[in-house]
């Protein structure tokens, strides 16, 4: 989803004496990136909520803020499985961290031009319409229906990743003529070996 280019605040120099919690080596992942075939499929439902499904949803917000996204669905990390990890807070607050497996939009409202990237399609934009407001129902990592709201953004971002999921990328809501331009300039990328 929209990748946000604000740099990363310098980090603080670490306190010797403050208890360090135990951190877990995260897995970064490589990002696909358009024209691999898993973007462009369905993702399977997911069944199984076990710790596997919890390191891999880890890794996933590992891999998204590495590369400043605010949102990662499995496909672009070459999975197609239901499952999207979105913060809009960009790692700013921790309990921004929104995990949805096998989500579905079930309520949309209003509309909302606004730009928009993808971390697969790295270096292009768009302007996508998009609802205001939407409701989401998915499953937590325990395997649990929840509902959530989202508005502007993070609707925004909810509607992109779930879109992900079925796969849809934003270039099939921009117009033609856009999405040609955008797909000639990648070709071209392509040829010079550069995407
Ligand atoms: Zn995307």
Not at 18 to 44: F, N, S
Not at 104 to 114: L, W, Y
Request: glycine share 8%.
């Amino acid at each position: 989803m929209p990748d946000r280019s604000t740099s990363s605040e310098p980090t603080e120099t670490p306190v010797t004496s403050a208890p360090e919690t135990p951190t877990v080596a995260r897995k970064i992942y490589p990002i696909v990136k358009y024209g691999d075939p898993v973007l462009e499929k369905p993702a399977k439902p997911i069944a199984k909520f076990d710790a596997e499904l919890e390191e891999l949803a880890e890794d996933m917000f590992a891999t998204m803020y590495g590369a400043q996204g605010i949102g990662l669905a499995a496909p672009q990390i070459g999975k197609s499985i239901r499952i999207a990890v979105v913060d809009v807070t960009s790692g700013k607050n921790p309990e921004a961290k929104i995990v949805l497996v096998n989500p579905e939009v079930t309520h949309g409202e209003g509309e909302k031009r606004e730009e928009e990237g993808c971390l697969s399609i790295p270096g292009f934009r768009g302007y996508v319409i998009r609802p205001h407001f939407v409701t989401v129902k998915a499953q937590n990592l325990k395997g649990e229906w929840f509902e959530i709201r989202g508005e502007d953004l993070l609707a925004r971002a909810f509607c992109h990743e779930i879109d992900h999921l079925n796969g849809i990328l934003f270039l099939q809501h921009l117009s033609m003529l856009k999405r040609d331009l955008i797909k000639r300039k990648i070709k071209k990328l392509k040829k010079q070996g550069e995407w």
